[in-house]
């Protein structure tokens, strides 16, 4: 029923934005020039260029707390996803916390309860933090998207991968969470974290565990997203994979 609710509440927003075609046409062809360049800077000049693109530091608040920020990332409208997730899953955790995770964007249970990591993914990264030696209120919990894109298939509400201009946008909540929070090891969860963070020549399979220097924080290491274990084709595959996310998390731990 509540389902059924949203997806008429955001029906909408599945379709092209309707509105003046020249803005639309210069929207396109930002995005696409967006996509070759892929850099932020690069967006942030689209950004003001054509007038129709935002980041989410338009909406950052005064006072530079974490609090604060999480009050001004619910009103976000940087980009079009706002329409469609039900609130900002904003990152949670311990403020000062040592270790900061990140994964990608919130899926159905974390657009419904606002915290990251609280269905099936985030069960098993719980379990495999455990395993390496971290409790999860050591750490803090983010994601590099901070509204959940989905499309309906029959009465489910699929995850789509967020646009490289949706995670420019986002970004600036990332930044400020890292600069807050301080952590000594950022552990990017999946791809989409990695590519955003290392840079998109970043390959999970080839460096993953691998702890490598950043601006962003004495170390950042990337592994897979616990979605992609919960996905493995068998239980042989899945314990592998699930043993190997728990080795990458234990060397995370080794660097505290
Ligand atoms: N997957 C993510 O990347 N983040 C969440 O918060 C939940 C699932
Ligand atoms: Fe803002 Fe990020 Fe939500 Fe887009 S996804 S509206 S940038 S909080």
């Known amino acids: 029923m509540r389902l059924e609710a949203l997806r008429q ?38 950004a003001m260029a054509a007038k129709e693109l935002h980041t989410a530091d338009e ?6 707390t974490l609090p604060a920020f999480r009050r001004a990332a619910a009103d976000c409208q940087a980009c079009d996803l706002w329409r469609r997730g039900t609130q900002t899953v904003f990152g949670e955790g311990l403020a000062g916390a040592r270790v900061l995770l990140i994964g990608e964007q919130p899926g159905n249970e974390e ?6 990591f609280v269905g099936p993914a985030g069960r098993l ?22 509204h ?32 807050l929070v301080k952590p000594k090891v950022i552990v990017c969860l999946g791809a989409t974290a990695a590519q955003a963070l ?22 950042v290491l990337a ?9 493995a084709p068998d239980d042989e595959t899945r314990h592998r994979e699930k043993r190997l996310f728990i080795e990458d998390l234990r060397e995370a731990a080794s660097l505290l």
């Open 59 to 64: 909406f950052f608040p005064e006072r530079k």
């Open 198 to 219: 290392l840079g998109p020549k970043f390959r999970v399979t080839k460096d993953r565990g691998r702890p490598l220097e950043s601006t962003l924080a004495p170390f």
């Open 9 to 46: 509440r955001h029906a909408k927003c599945f379709w092209p934005e309707a509105g003046d075609p020249i803005k639309r046409i210069t929207r396109r062809l930002a995005r696409g020039l967006l996509e070759v360049l892929g850099h932020r800077f690069a967006y942030r000049f689209i």
């Open 125 to 146: 990264l719980d379990e495999a933090l455990a395993e390496a030696g971290i409790e999860r209120d050591q750490t803090y919990v983010t994601n590099v998207v901070k």
């Open 223 to 231: 592994t897979v997203h616990p979605s992609s274990i919960l996905r």
């Open 111 to 116: 657009d419904l309860s606002g915290k990251p």
């Open 148 to 179: 959940f894109k989905w499309e309906p298939r029959g009465k489910r509400r699929i995850h789509k991968k967020p646009v490289t201009a949706e995670i420019a946008a986002c970004r600036p909540w990332l930044e400020a969470e890292i600069s």
